[in-house]
């Protein structure tokens, strides 16, 4: 009883939006035979080979294409695979993806195409993962990750954990199953020290999930500041200079108005927080849970500030946050060399720049100061980082397993209960990598202690 | 009648006399088929029973019905709680054996045993018609027509053993082999392997220096193994410790070219919880010294067993090894140390009732399944011999699940994992050892052994009250309140810190170190009565209380358990063609058979997303 596919699907595999190529993929076993209806060209359809041709639906003419058959089960999916490559037009994917249905298709479930693959024994289920990671990843550094995924730099990492702690459980294992008489053993002091060694390297990995998200998400940048400072006009400012993209991720809120730019490597979620204002003054006042859950989410914090005004009140953040904020000292134009030169004193220490939102100068700088501001980050975070909510839970749980097990061995418990924590561990890295078996511990144990009578 | 014997037990070794005796109980009409009466339920290696973990299963058979834990509590000769600086889960008994008493008593109950006939004899031949056994064939009496049969052969078939560059046919050291089953069982389509194990030389004792070793007691205030044991107190006899000097470990190592071992003449995998001397010295080169425990092999032995000193070295090598150590410059040998390769058939080709999958009514049971130790071929045996009773009676089967028994945990991990050297028993394989504890196997199982009629109405009664109280002393304590008063001098002398306000007496039992002893003037004299009605009853609320959060966690855990355990795969489930799971998973999953997705989610090979792969097939 294999996997039957009854349906054959239809999605567009490239982000939505206007660019130079859309990829349209039909997967099922009628893909071929819906394709045959659709498009005329000059070659036979064959498999693997790309054929250039044109494609209609009922009405007539669509566009011109290329498209590639795979026949199952030698394709990404292990059915019967077709690619249409089309001009990126949301218009002229909606007739091709019209078209399909009509001939017996079906729209695909996000990630469908990955289900199928991963149901026919293309993948297993960590590259499903990093194929999901892959189409969904906002930038190339993304992509690196999730290249990492899949060829198992981040399972090393992790499984150099687990076989850290899987030592310690030997360890305690070793006690609890051989006489007194054939084995040494190791104190508590010293049992509790590897498991905060092996806890510190696990919150290191946890740490970079906030990096990871960014890679796959976008730099969230909330823009705040006093009313009037220039927050909209700066946000305006940013789409003209920059690359803007149509973002495929929902806006955080809808209180507040949202557009991406592309800089580099990396997206910025630019937000105005202009829908604040409208109910309350400014950001210190305001519907002080929806802007503090922004301040909290975000990335980094463009405070925008009005250097002819500067009279008013800083605002005062908490350390964690005044961390992320970059301040922009708006309005460049109306201000004096000499007041220039006195505000620059003030910010000193602090990632600043002048601008002016109105004409358009030091936007770019802004730009240049948030790449290197998030590059800080990359270096903070491992090598590798963390992507996947589930990876970052996992390893959440896994340290706190540890934790507790660092209390427990702390109250004296008998080894065989501080193991119980230690063994939720090893199920929760499991939860990424594959479960550690009674065997993997025994034979730990056989290979490093000279046991038995 | 058509069958003079429904069920046939094939050896008479450990696994054999509990498969005998437990299906003679059961009214089935038995046989037991053994090479030499006078070696039923002989001890081919150490004279001991028990162990860590190994207690555990002794203490469970005890609980189902069977032999071994009453007769070792009459015929120990020194008993030994391990494990007591550890928690009580952990604790496990131990006693050294009057092997010549051991296997007597065995005997007695054997011979004695209503519908149960034994003969001496060898079996060479299964008979199968339709994929059912129908008999067994053997040299002296023919074939023997049966519904059922047990093989519990041990290292018997095609026994090979190993001494320096010698080798020779025998099952032990002066018995014979048994030739001719393997064979058999394989035409009909089960496999084979080999395995190998070994054994120390046995001594003089008056060979031995007193004076330059360590005598070794056992407890004074000795527990026993069965819970149906009553006025115990047995022998205290001592085992000697000594230790391998460098001297020792260069001999041996001169030895190694003549050590069937390293020569590559041993082909059979052997257990690496139980190396060789010859193993260590290679092994782990960096000891200077490894312990010898002397045990006497029975009441006023002049036999001695050198226990850490299994070798199969040539009798030379050995013989000026043992003159190496401290206590032993004279000794001399009785009977050398060897090693014995044998046939076993791995574990994947068997039902948690330890029949095959291929043939009906026949089931394996013991060493030939891949275990070793007497205590792991006796509880398979009692499982076989239930479940073959079972299977003539056309009842119900009976199989125990990793949560309820070790028992439960040996028989999952040999049809899920298939070990391919000596299984052993170990605490750390069981998961839920917290609740698998020696001192509460028989409230865990004593019912179950009941309900087949192999534990009577006593003793299961009294399994029942003291579960009863147990839980009627949780209650007093998580409900009764000590005022500063009268707990704080009893704080003061145990150094605690005293209290201002009443609290309750289960919050002062799970302060770290404190014991239930010092609360048990609180208690109301008559429940205080009944739980010093049975021994140590006082340790077990104690545990129940202290680590009440663990234990809450084991039987979630265990609830999810159940839940996959309980999900059947279709046994004419095709794996081939189950594109989404890996090709290592579905090859496994062919060979294995698993009959539940807990079982598959065991096998070696199959992932966390094979099995949701699976789940997603089967909700289909
Ligand atoms: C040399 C040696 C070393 C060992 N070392 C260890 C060790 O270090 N640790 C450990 O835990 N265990 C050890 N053991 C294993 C331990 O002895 C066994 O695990 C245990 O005895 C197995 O019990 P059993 O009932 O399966 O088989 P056995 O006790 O071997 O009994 C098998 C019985 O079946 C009979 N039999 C066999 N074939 C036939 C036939 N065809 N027809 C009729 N009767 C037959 C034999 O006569 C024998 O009575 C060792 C065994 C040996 C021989
Ligand atoms: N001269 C000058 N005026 C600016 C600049 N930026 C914004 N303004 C003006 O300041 C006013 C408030 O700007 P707006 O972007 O709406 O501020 P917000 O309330 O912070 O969003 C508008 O009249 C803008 O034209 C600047 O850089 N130079
Ligand atoms: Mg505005």
Redesign the pocket.
């Known amino acids: 009883m294999g996997v039957e596919n009854k349906s054959t699907i239809v999605a567009l595999s490239t982000p939505g939006g206007f660019g130079g190529i859309a990829v349209v993929r039909l997967s099922g076993d009628k893909s071929f035979e819906i394709i045959q209806n659709l498009f005329k060209s000059k070659q036979q359809l064959r498999h693997r080979l790309a054929i250039f041709g044109r494609l209609y639906d009922k009405n007539g003419y669509i566009d011109t294409a290329i498209v590639t058959y795979f026949k199952a089960p030698n394709s990404y999916t292990g059915e019967n695979l077709v690619e249409i490559s089309l001009h990126g037009s949301p218009f002229l994917c909606d007739l091709i993806i019209t078209a399909c249905k009509q001939e017996g298709a079906r729209g695909a479930a996000p990630g469908e195409f990955t289900q199928r693959a991963f149901l026919n024994g293309k993948m297993d289920l960590s590259q499903a993962e990093g194929v999901a990671d892959i189409i969904y990843s906002a930038s190339r550094s993304a992509q690196t990750a999730s290249a990492g995924l899949l060829e198992g730099k981040f399972g090393e990492i992790i499984s150099n954990i687990k076989s850290a702690v899987v030592d310690i459980v030997s360890v305690l294992e070793l006690e609890l199953d051989f006489q007194e008489e054939e084995i040494q053993i190791t104190p508590k002091d010293e049992i509790i020290k590897q498991i905060n060694a092996v806890s510190a390297k696990i919150e290191a990995l946890i740490n970079s999930y906030d990096y990871g998200k960014i890679c796959r998400e976008g730099v969230v940048c909330p823009i705040i500041g006093p009313p009037n400072s220039g927050k909209s006009s700066l946000f305006n400012a940013f789409l003209k200079e920059e690359r803007v993209i149509v973002s495929p991720s929902p806006g955080t809120t809808r209180d507040f108005i949202e557009e991406s730019i592309r800089v580099g490597d990396y997206q910025f979620r630019l937000i105005d927080t202009a829908g604040i204002r409208d109910t309350d003054d400014s950001i210190e006042s305001a519907g002080v849970s929806k802007s503090k859950d922004l301040l909290n989410k975000g990335n980094i914090i463009l405070y925008v500030i009005d250097i002819s005004e500067l009279k008013a009140n800083v605002l005062q953040l908490s350390d964690e946050i005044s961390e992320k904020v970059i301040y922009i000292l708006n309005k460049s134009d109306l201000a004096k060399p000499h007041l220039i030169s006195k505000v620059k004193k003030q910010f000193a220490g602090q990632q600043h720049y002048f601008c002016s939102a109105k004409y358009l100068t030091g936007i770019h700088e802004i730009t240049s100061g948030m790449v290197k501001k998030i590059e800080r980050l990359r270096q903070e975070s491992e090598s590798v980082f963390i992507t996947r909510l589930r990876h970052k839970e996992a390893l959440d749980m896994a340290r706190k397993s540890l934790m507790k097990s660092v209390d427990s061995a702390t109250a004296d418990n008998p080894s065989e209960i501080i193991v119980i924590d230690l063994r939720e561990a090893l199920d929760r890295l499991g939860a990424i990598l594959g479960k550690t078996t009674n065997e993997d511990i025994l034979n730990n144990i056989f290979s490093h202690f000279c046991i038995g ?1 | 009648m058509k069958h003079a014997f429904e069920n046939i037990v ?8 509990e498969a005998a005796l437990v299906s003679a109980r059961m009214d089935i009409n038995t046989l037991l ?4 009466k006078t ?8 004279p001991a029973i028990g162990g860590l973990a ?1 207690g555990h299963l002794v203490a469970e058979i005890d609980a189902l019905g069977g032999e071994m834990a009453k007769v070792i509590d009459i015929t120990g000769i020194q008993f030994k709680m391990l494990n007591r600086s550890k928690g009580r889960a952990v604790w496990s008994p131990r006693a050294q054996a009057d092997k010549n008493q051991y296997s007597l008593e065995i005997q007695k109950r054997v011979m004695n045993q209503d519908n149960l006939s034994v003969i001496e ?4 031949k299964i008979v199968v018609e339709n994929s059912r056994i129908v008999a067994v064939e ?1 040299i002296n009496h023919g074939s023997i027509p049966c519904k059922t049969a047990i ?7 095609n ?1 090979l ?1 190993h001494i320096g560059m010698d080798q020779f046919s025998g ?3 002066d ?7 393997t064979e058999s069982l394989n035409k009909i389509g089960i496999k084979s392997g080999r395995l190998k ?3 120390p030389p046995r001594i003089k004792a008056d060979t031995i220096d007193y004076t330059k070793v360590l005598p070794q007691y056992g407890d004074k205030d000795p527990i026993p193994f069965s819970f149906q044991t009553e006025r115990f107190s047995p022998k205290n006899i001592p085992c000697y410790i000594t230790h391998t000097t460098k001297t020792t470990h260069e001999i041996l190592y001169r030895g190694l070219d003549r050590s069937p071992l390293y020569s590559g003449k041993i082909r059979g995998v052997g ?1 690496r919880y ?1 190396p060789s001397i010859e193993d260590k010295i290679v092994r782990f080169g960096d000891r200077n010294s490894h312990q010898i425990f002397l045990e006497p092999e029975w009441e006023n032995a002049n036999q001695v067993y050198v226990n850490g000193f ?1 070798t199969s070295l040539p009798l030379d090598i050995q013989l000026r090894g043992l003159r190496s150590i401290p206590g032993l410059e004279n000794a001399e040998i009785i009977k050398p140390g ?3 390769e ?1 046939d076993y058939f791995p574990s994947y080709q068997l039902k948690r009732t330890l029949e095959t999958k291929l043939i009906g009514g026949l089931f394996l ?5 891949g ?8 509880a ?2 009692l499982v076989a011999g239930i479940n073959a009773a079972l299977n003539i009676r056309e009842e119900k089967p009976f199989f125990l699940d990793r949560s309820e028994a070790y028992i439960g945990v040996l028989i999952d991990d040999l049809i899920t994992k298939s070990p391919n050297e ?1 299984y ?1 028993m170990f605490t750390s394989s069981a998961e839920y050892r917290l609740l698998l504890r020696f001192d509460n196997a028989d409230m865990r199982l004593s019912h179950k052994g009941h309900l087949l009629g192999l534990i009577n109405d006593h003793y299961f009664k009294t399994a029942n009250t003291k579960r009863a109280t147990i839980k009627a002393a949780i209650n007093f304590l998580e409900s009764t309140t000590v005022c500063p008063a009268d707990i704080n001098p009893i704080l003061q002398n145990q150094n605690e810190s005293t209290i201002h306000s009443g609290v309750l007496l289960q919050k002062i039992l799970c302060r770290p170190g404190f014991h239930i002893s010092a609360l048990l003037s609180f208690f109301p004299a008559d429940l205080l009565s009944r739980i010093r009605q049975y021994k140590g009853l006082d340790d077990q609320i104690e545990i129940d209380v202290k680590y009440k959060g663990y234990i809450h966690r084991q039987i979630k855990q265990i609830d999810r358990f159940k839940r996959q355990e309980s999900l059947r795969i279709p046994g004419s489930l095709d794996y081939s063609n189950i594109k989404s799971i890996t090709k290592e998973a579905r090859e496994k999953l062919h060979k294995f058979r698993p009959e539940t997705i807990g079982q598959a989610s065991r096998i070696p090979g199959v992932s966390p997303s094979d099995i949701t792969s699976l789940m997603i097939l089967l909700k289909r």
């Open positions: 009578k | 094939v050896g008479g070794g450990h696994a054999g006399v088929i053994t090479m030499e070696a039923i339920a002989r001890m081919s290696c150490n190994k004899d060898i079996a060479t053997t093989i519990t052969a041990g290292t018997f078939l026994g053993i099952g032990r050291l018995e014979k082999s048994a030739v001719g089953l194990t070994g054994t257990p139980c299994s060897y090693a014995i044998y049971a013991g060493q030939v399944n275990t070793s130790g007497y205590e792991e071929a006796a398979l045996g000596p052993r």
